[in-house]
C-alpha cells in the first residue's frame, strides 16, 4: 500500500481501514473505535472545548463524538460493534494497547497491509489479536439480549427495506413499546439512528461491488445521494467520496 492508498475490510459488526490520515470534523458513530499511529502520533479531542491531546493509541466509546487531527499521519482505524451496556467500552485518548506483548502481531500485520499484502482472512486475525491486546476483549462478541440479536440479524440482512419498530417487535414476540425501550437500553441509539447506521454499511458494501456513489446511495436506501453524504459526514467526519480512493474488501453475510 503507497502513501496515497488505503484499505478498508469490513465485516458485519466490524471494520479495519488503514492508510493516510485525515483531519475529521466531530463526529460520532454507533461503534467503538481504536486509531493507532503507524509512523508517529496523532492529535485528537472529545470537545471543542477541550485541548488537542497528542496521543499514538486511542479508544472513542460507541455514540462519542470526537475529532482527530493528523497531518496526514498513516493511522489504522479498527471499528467494532459492542452492546451499549459493556463498561469496558470508554473513551480513552491516552490508550496503553500499544504497550501489550501481544501487540507486536498488530504492527507486523499493519506493516505487512502499507505494503498492500493483508488480505481478508489477515486482517480479521489482526483485528482479533488487536482486541486481545485492549480492554475491549472481553466484551467483543456482542452479548445482546436475544431477542433484539435477532431483530439485529434481520436488519444486516435487509438493511435497506423499510423495517419499523412495530414489523421488529412482533417478529420478536414484543409489544412496540417494549421493543423500542429494549432496543435502545441494548445498542445506545433509536431505531431510526442504527437503521441509518445499517445503510451506511450497506452504501459502503455497494461502492465494493463497484457501484458508483448515486447508485450506492439508492441500493442502501437513501432518498438520495445527498441524503447520504450528510449522513455518512455526520458519522464519519469526511465526506464519502473518500471510500473512492480506497481499496476494499468485504466479508458478504449469508442471506
Given at each position: 500500500m503507497n502513501q496515497q492508498h488505503s484499505h478498508l475490510f469490513l465485516w458485519r459488526g466490524r471494520s479495519l481501514v488503514i492508510g493516510p490520515g485525515i483531519d475529521s470534523k466531530?463526529?460520532?458513530?454507533?461503534?467503538?473505535?481504536?486509531?493507532?499511529?503507524l509512523d508517529a502520533p496523532f492529535q485528537a479531542r472529545l470537545s471543542p472545548d477541550l485541548p488537542w491531546t497528542t496521543t499514538r493509541a486511542a479508544i472513542f466509546s460507541s455514540n462519542q463524538p470526537h475529532q482527530i487531527r493528523c497531518e496526514s499521519t498513516l493511522l489504522a482505524h479498527l471499528f467494532i460493534e459492542l452492546p451499549q451496556r459493556s463498561p469496558a467500552a470508554q473513551s480513552v485518548l491516552l490508550a496503553d494497547y500499544g504497550n501489550a506483548e501481544g501487540f507486536a502481531l498488530v504492527r507486523d500485520g499493519l506493516a505487512v497491509a502499507r505494503n498492500g499484502g493483508l488480505d481478508l482472512?489477515?486482517?480479521?486475525?489482526?483485528?482479533?489479536?488487536?482486541?486481545?491486546?485492549?480492554?475491549?476483549?472481553?466484551?467483543?462478541?456482542?452479548?445482546?439480549?436475544?431477542?433484539?440479536?435477532?431483530?439485529?440479524?434481520?436488519?444486516?440482512?435487509?438493511?435497506?427495506?423499510?423495517?419499523?419498530?412495530?414489523?421488529?417487535?412482533?417478529?420478536?414476540?414484543?409489544?412496540a413499546s417494549r421493543f423500542t425501550h429494549l432496543f435502545r437500553q441494548q445498542t445506545g441509539l433509536s431505531l431510526s439512528r442504527y437503521?441509518?447506521?445499517?445503510?451506511?454499511?450497506?452504501?459502503?458494501?455497494?461502492?465494493?461491488?463497484?457501484?458508483?456513489?448515486?447508485?450506492?446511495?439508492?441500493?442502501?436506501?437513501?432518498a438520495d445521494l445527498a441524503?447520504?453524504?450528510?449522513?455518512f459526514r455526520n458519522t464519519f467526519g469526511v465526506v464519502p467520496s473518500e471510500l473512492q480512493k480506497m481499496a476494499i474488501a468485504f466479508k458478504r453475510e449469508e442471506k
Amino acid at each position: 500500500m503507497n502513501q496515497q492508498h488505503s484499505h478498508l475490510f469490513l465485516w458485519r459488526g466490524r471494520s479495519l481501514v488503514i492508510g493516510p490520515g485525515i483531519d475529521s470534523k466531530f463526529h460520532a458513530h454507533f461503534a467503538t473505535q481504536l486509531t493507532w499511529g503507524l509512523d508517529a502520533p496523532f492529535q485528537a479531542r472529545l470537545s471543542p472545548d477541550l485541548p488537542w491531546t497528542t496521543t499514538r493509541a486511542a479508544i472513542f466509546s460507541s455514540n462519542q463524538p470526537h475529532q482527530i487531527r493528523c497531518e496526514s499521519t498513516l493511522l489504522a482505524h479498527l471499528f467494532i460493534e459492542l452492546p451499549q451496556r459493556s463498561p469496558a467500552a470508554q473513551s480513552v485518548l491516552l490508550a496503553d494497547y500499544g504497550n501489550a506483548e501481544g501487540f507486536a502481531l498488530v504492527r507486523d500485520g499493519l506493516a505487512v497491509a502499507r505494503n498492500g499484502g493483508l488480505d481478508l482472512p489477515g486482517a480479521e486475525q489482526l483485528t482479533q489479536d488487536w482486541l486481545a491486546c485492549s480492554a475491549l476483549h472481553e466484551h467483543a462478541q456482542p452479548g445482546f439480549d436475544q431477542r433484539i440479536s435477532q431483530a439485529l440479524a434481520a436488519i444486516a440482512v435487509h438493511p435497506r427495506d423499510t423495517l419499523n419498530g412495530a414489523a421488529l417487535a412482533a417478529a420478536v414476540h414484543l409489544s412496540a413499546s417494549r421493543f423500542t425501550h429494549l432496543f435502545r437500553q441494548q445498542t445506545g441509539l433509536s431505531l431510526s439512528r442504527y437503521l441509518l447506521w445499517s445503510r451506511l454499511l450497506a452504501a459502503v458494501e455497494a461502492v465494493a461491488r463497484g457501484d458508483n456513489m448515486t447508485h450506492a446511495a439508492y441500493a442502501a436506501g437513501f432518498a438520495d445521494l445527498a441524503h447520504m453524504s450528510r449522513t455518512f459526514r455526520n458519522t464519519f467526519g469526511v465526506v464519502p467520496s473518500e471510500l473512492q480512493k480506497m481499496a476494499i474488501a468485504f466479508k458478504r453475510e449469508e442471506k
